[in-house]
């Protein structure tokens, strides 16, 4: 996984509720047992004007010339809800997509996410709102910044610097940070888990039934 | 545990191995579901790391998203382009693996939360998971189910473990009774337009009260399976005798000795009285009518009698939503849905598609024809279903009024880029979401109950079942 520590993007205003998987990757987009030539089918049903071909839909803002090299999106309520593929995620991470800022996420996504290096941000709607003012206004979209040391996100705007502070689990943070392998991790815990086992099967042995 | 714990707190409790400084908990997984389109890709990515299945006898593969409908389909067919691969790969990642895999030939195929029941791999206080959203609908056995993604079914694959944040607990308490036309699909999608889809976010949702123990275990797997609909951890329903009779018997649900230690844990399985939670919702469902979606997030719904919301009048935050929703839609707002002309519908999907869905549908249909307009398709959620309907004369039932008959799976549920309907099609649907091409490209998806698919099939336009010459009671 690529470690997230600092980041300075493009941010992208996408800014409706319940975005949900489907819209982020169709289904139909994912065409191999692998996690990789997914960016292709990002957004595909709003980034493209027919289904099967890859005409570009010039009211999409990803295609917008000021945002087409966004590497943050700002959303609002339920981002990533819906189905649980986690090729939304790698079509994300694929397209170059580092960072996303909503008010809120599904949580599947919002797990696979970090799992894939990609910075899930919860802000407030207000907070939201004054980010994405900003961004739709500024002929020249501001940057915004990141530092997952700090979890502050800073913005640049026209007429003055916006901070705001962002809050994540230390054990995602550190995830996030180090690039760690959520496997690797547990399995430092092997000899505990066994023993919860143990204890486990002779408490509940029907559950092992299939093994005896 | 305190004595006022709530059921979820209670199985959480019996599967946390450690908790860690910053509050995430390591939960044992007793058993891992995959399907052949997220499942081939977790076991592939673990081989490549050189890492192993812990415990392949509690995982359970399926065929189920990708494989064609089509009646007499073979083994490897697909209806999405390249869908063979997936097929193949993962009957070969099964095979290495030492996973039981129920394959499409299996006479105990079937979706994946329809076959888990039906097989007897859910049973109450299990904890379970499943690269699947839906995986929810498994909480209807009292278990702890819950959907996850690829990367998190590596983990749990290698590890028998996975690493999660304690949700908060949500009471949805069901008062009132279940009236003849409205079921547990009515129920949910009236529970999520009132609170919206965002609204059990890191909530896991237990649903209790009179109408909930009223319902079959059908009914309370749709419940639960909607529950991802509107942004639940899980769902879950304190078990009962109806859910030890449904279990028992079946392939890897316990027996013997066995059993009776089983069933003096599984009684025990329930929220404490005094028990807190942290979010109560109370939905009154005597005077509720069938319900339908009318624009592309599960929450645009309302009863079938009701006309569309005037954009003014929806609070700011929903207008621009509802704006696009109703363009996406082609509906004005003021306008009536009932009476709205349809070119689709579907009955079938982890949803709607068990036994009793069909016997609902097929009471309506009985002596009856689909408009002709209308494409009419039934896919059973199982061949276990399949083989019931069949039996019971259900299946004649619908070839007879005109539907289409198919093998199980998911595909009319989310488009593959195989079985759809017409691009711009009306379909009413008995699946769980309405999300903008769901179906397919430009196909307008109106969920509701099978009773109101098979009503609106008959008339060729959104009607109600209450009105279509009687309603099966529930």
């Known amino acids: 996984m690529k470690p997230f520590t600092t980041h300075r993007g493009i941010a992208a205003p996408l800014l409706r509720d319940n975005i949900d998987t489907d819209q982020i990757i169709p289904s139909r987009e994912m065409k191999t047992v692998g996690k990789t030539g997914l960016s292709e089918g990002l957004f595909a049903g709003w980034r493209y004007l027919t289904p099967n071909a890859r005409d570009l839909n010039p009211d999409f803002i990803l295609n917008k010339p000021a945002f087409q090299n966004a590497t943050i999106l700002v959303a609002c309520a339920n981002f990533g809800c819906g189905s649980s593929r986690e090729h939304a995620v790698w079509a994300l991470a ?39 003012t900003d961004l739709q206004d500024s002929a020249q979209p501001p940057q915004i910044e990141i530092d997952l040391n700090k979890c502050v996100l800073l913005m640049n705007s026209e007429s003055e610097a916006v901070i705001m502070s962002f809050q994540l689990a230390d054990a995602e943070r550190e995830m996030l940070l180090n ?13 505990k888990i066994e023993d919860f086992i143990r204890d486990h099967r002779i408490k509940r042995p029907w559950i092992y039934k299939d093994e005896i | ?122 049973q109450p206080g299990v904890s379970i998971v499943c690269p699947d959203s839906h995986t929810c609908s498994l909480g209807a056995f009292g278990a702890l189910a819950w959907g996850i993604g690829s990367s998190a079914a590596e983990h749990a694959l290698a590890t028998q473990t996975l690493k999660q944040k304690k949700p908060a607990n949500m009471r ?88 009776d230690d089983a069933l003096s844990w599984w009684r025990d399985l329930a929220s404490d009285e005094e028990a807190v939670f942290d979010k109560n919702i109370t939905l009154d469902t005597d005077a509720l009518a069938p319900q ?86 039934c896919v059973p959620g199982s061949q276990a279903v399949k083989r019931q309907a069949e039996a019971e004369g259900v299946a004649e039932i619908f070839k007879q009024a005109g539907f289409e008959w198919g093998e199980p799976g998911c595909g009319y549920c989310f488009y593959a880029g195989g079985d759809t309907f017409a ?13 903008e091409g769901r179906q397919g490209p430009g196909v307008r998806t109106h969920l509701c109950s099978p009773a109101t698919v098979a009503a609106s099939a008959i008339e060729g336009v959104i009607a109600d079942p209450r009105e279509a010459g009687g309603v099966r009671p529930v």
């Open chain 1, 94 to 132: 694929e397209y170059g997509i580092r960072a996303v800022i909503a008010e809120s996420f599904g949580s599947i996504f919002r797990a696979n996410a970090i799992r894939n290096g990609v910075l899930p941000v919860s802000l407030p709607r207000a907070s939201i709102a004054r980010l994405a």
């Open chain 1, 179 to 191: 690039g760690f392998d959520p496997v690797d991790l547990t399995q430092t815990h092997s000899a």
């Open chain 2, 1 to 122: 545990m305190t004595p006022s714990s709530t059921l979820f707190d209670k199985l959480w409790q019996e599967h946390c191995i450690q908790s860690d400084a910053s509050g995430e908990d390591l939960l044992l997984i007793d058993r891992i579901l995959l399907h052949e389109r997220t499942g081939a890709v977790a076991l592939e990515a673990l081989r490549e790391k050189g890492r192993e299945v812990k415990t392949p006898a509690h995982v359970f593969c399926t065929m189920d998203h990708i494989v064609s409908n089509r009646p007499g389909r073979t083994r490897n067919e697909a209806r999405t382009p390249g869908g063979d691969v997936f097929i193949s790969s993962t009957r070969e990642s099964a095979a290495r693996s030492g996973v039981t895999l129920i394959d499409i030939d299996d006479a105990r195929q079937g979706i994946v939360h329809v076959m888990a029941p039906e097989l007897g791999i859910v």
């Open chain 2, 172 to 259: 949805v308490t069901l008062k009132g009774g279940l009236h003849p036309g409205v079921y547990a699909k009515d129920i949910v999608l009236a529970l999520i337009a009132q609170i919206g889809a965002g609204a059990a976010a890191n909530h896991a949702v237990e649903f209790t009260g009179g109408g909930v123990r009223q319902m079959s275990m059908e009914g309370r797997m749709t419940l639960c399976n909607m529950a991802v609909e509107f942004a639940a951890f899980t769902a879950l329903i304190a078990p009962d005798e109806k859910t030890f009779e449904y279990l028992a018997g079946r392939e890897f649900a316990p027996t013997g000795a066995q059993l």
């Open chain 2, 292 to 377: 339908i979606s009318w624009g592309v997030s599960p929450e645009q719904s309302g009863g079938i009698d009701q006309t569309l919301p005037f954009i003014a009048d929806l609070p700011a935050e929903k207008r621009k939503a509802a704006e696009n929703a109703l363009a996406y839609m082609e509906l004005q707002p003021g306008q009536r849905l009932l009476g709205e002309a349809v070119d689709g519908a579907f009955i079938g999907s982890c949803t709607n598609g068990r036994i009793e869905d069909l016997r609902a549908a097929a009471y309506i249909l009985k002596g009856n024809q689909v408009s002709p307009d209308v494409k009419a398709i």
């Open chain 2, 423 to 435: 691009p711009g099609a009306r379909v009413v649907s008995s699946t769980n979401r309405n999300f």
